[in-house]
């Protein structure tokens, strides 16, 4: 069973920066995709940013050139530096795994998720 914690939420204002870390723990491996959601109140939960066992990485058009995920495989953590912060990046964010993800940015793809850490971004 693999479980994930995410930390590092909080508010700041625009033009700002956070690091949200998710530690994993469990039977989890390098070889896991993994990756970062968000979701705002009234809207459906959409993908941010994921990252393959390669190190390869994927971002929404919306955060790219802003946000960077990366992992540490011997710490099991998962990382999503996130700067220029806007208002519409308000969200709770939720780290997700699973093993085989051919469509990372599918919240279907993902068995395991975090409890999420809420960031708000004030204008």
């Known amino acids: 069973q693999v479980q994930l914690v995410e930390s590092g939420g909080g508010s700041v204002q625009a033009g700002g920066s956070l690091r949200l870390s998710c530690a994993a723990s469990?039977?989890?491996?390098?070889?896991?995709?993994m990756g970062w959601f968000r979701q705002a109140p009234g809207k459906e939960r959409e993908g941010v940013a994921a990252?393959?066992?390669?190190?390869?990485?994927t971002y929404a058009d919306s955060v790219k050139g802003r946000f960077t995920i990366s992992k540490d495989n011997a710490k099991n953590t998962l990382y999503l530096q996130m700067n220029s912060l806007k208002p519409e990046d308000t969200a709770m964010y939720y780290c997700?795994?699973?093993?085989?993800?051919?469509?990372?940015?599918?919240?279907?793809?993902?068995?395991?998720w975090g409890q999420g850490t809420q960031v708000t971004v004030s204008s």
């Open positions: 997700a795994a699973d093993a085989y993800v051919p469509r990372p940015f599918e919240v279907y793809e993902y068995n395991y």
């Open positions: 990252i393959e066992s390669d190190g390869s990485t």
């Open positions: 469990g039977y989890i491996y390098s070889s896991y995709c």
